[in-house]
């Protein structure tokens, strides 16, 4: 196979200058709107960045997913997944809002006056600091930027050395300790970054619905990106129903599991009812939050759970697309309904909650579009390629 017949088509490069211009003039506002609200735009921010965090980190999660259970499924998107990877760095800067923020975000623990009126406990007080936080992000960005750097340089490496079969056991015998690494720096991250929002409350489970949240922002992102290249040229003919088929399944299976966590966190708290355990639902589930938490539950949920029941939707291409980015800005809904309740009794949007999106994953895409042209769209060595394009149905 030759590298120049799998090159990204010209509508990767339109993609790329239109990312990087919508998210270009959103920052622009979203910066203006920083200047004159900053702990609104922080608050914003916030879930923002954890959707963007999401596409990248899920989608390295998923790329582990494939080599260490060498699914076909995982072969049609290896290079979308390694480019999403490859904005590791990316969202690596844009953490830097985060920690200009800290003082209004995480005031529950860093102003002296809140900690006199609800003291934490000895073990929370030495873990929440300003040290201890930027220390431990240094510590989940190290971990992510080398699991990214490892599997992007041997699937190049794959590429060149197409006869080498110790390379594709590397890549396996990584994936599996891999996932358990992101998997346990993303749920300290998640304490950390969110769940430490309310001090006082705490779940064991939280990091796991970030994860699968994840893994549904990164499928979903995956099932946009292959319909759209099913398009072009190149790609035409080695997309398949059965892709889009199998890719489907999955998306369901990891709805279902982000269902189950969100779901096992809610009844433990509920047949606890403890009162320090219930402050969480307590806000999110009356008022206008209660109307947001139907939202969530229906829309993000029951409803894409419905869809995907259906074996034409899951192999048709505009119809699964359609669905995928649905549940991006259903990700994105729930995000918001995570993590504002801590800081307004209000759910109504504010104009910083629809810009700030607009520009992280405007800028996001466009680096994305700029990584996933720099190789070909199929990973040319690896030896179940042949077989995982070959044009047979099911």
Request: aromatic share 14%.
């Amino acid at each position: 196979m030759n590298a120049q017949d799998y090159a990204a088509p010209a509508s990767v490069s339109r993609v790329q200058a239109a990312g990087l211009l919508v998210g270009g003039v959103a920052l622009l506002a979203a910066i203006f709107g920083a200047v004159s609200s900053p702990e609104k735009f922080y608050q914003s921010y916030l879930f923002s960045y954890m959707l963007v965090l999401g596409l990248t980190l899920g989608s390295l999660g998923l790329l582990m997913l494939q080599h260490l259970t060498g699914g076909q499924w995982g072969i049609i998107i290896r290079r979308p997944l390694e480019a999403a990877s490859r904005n590791i760095w990316l969202v690596l800067v844009m953490f830097a809002p985060i920690v200009l923020g800290m003082k209004s975000l995480y005031r529950a623990w860093l102003d002296p006056e809140k900690l006199k009126a609800e003291p934490l406990s000895a073990y929370q007080q030495g873990y929440l600091t300003y040290g201890g936080f930027l220390g431990r992000a240094v510590l989940y960005f190290a971990i992510w930027g080398a699991l990214v750097w490892l599997f992007n340089s041997w699937s190049r490496e794959q590429d060149q050395n197409r006869e080498d079969r110790a390379l594709r056991r590397r890549l396996k015998l990584l994936a599996g300790p891999g996932l358990i690494l992101y998997v346990l720096a993303m749920t300290f991250a998640a304490i950390d970054w969110v769940m430490s929002l309310s001090p006082h409350w705490a779940s064991t489970i939280y990091g796991f619905i970030f994860v699968a949240g994840q893994a549904i922002t990164a499928m979903s992102f995956m099932i946009i990106v292959v319909a759209a290249l099913s398009r072009s040229e190149s790609y035409a003919g080695i997309i398949h129903k059965r892709h889009f088929h199998d890719l489907g399944k999955l998306l369901f299976a990891f709805n279902m599991l982000w269902a189950y966590f969100d779901f096992s966190q809610l009844l433990i708290i509920w047949s606890g009812n403890q009162p320090e355990e219930i402050s969480f639902y307590r806000t999110r589930l009356y008022g206008g939050w209660g109307v947001v938490a139907v939202i969530v539950l229906i829309f993000s949920f029951a409803l894409p759970f419905l869809v995907l029941l259906s074996r034409d939707v899951k192999r048709s291409a505009s119809l699964l697309s359609q669905v995928a980015i649905w549940m991006i800005l259903m990700r994105l809904v729930d995000l918001f309904w995570m993590t504002r309740p801590e800081f307004s009794s209000s759910a109504l949007p504010t104009g910083l909650d629809i810009i700030v999106p607009i520009a992280l994953i405007g800028l996001w895409v466009g680096f994305f579009a700029y990584n996933l042209k720099q190789q070909p769209l199929l990973p040319l060595g690896d030896p179940k390629l042949a077989e995982a394009i070959a044009h047979h149905e099911h």
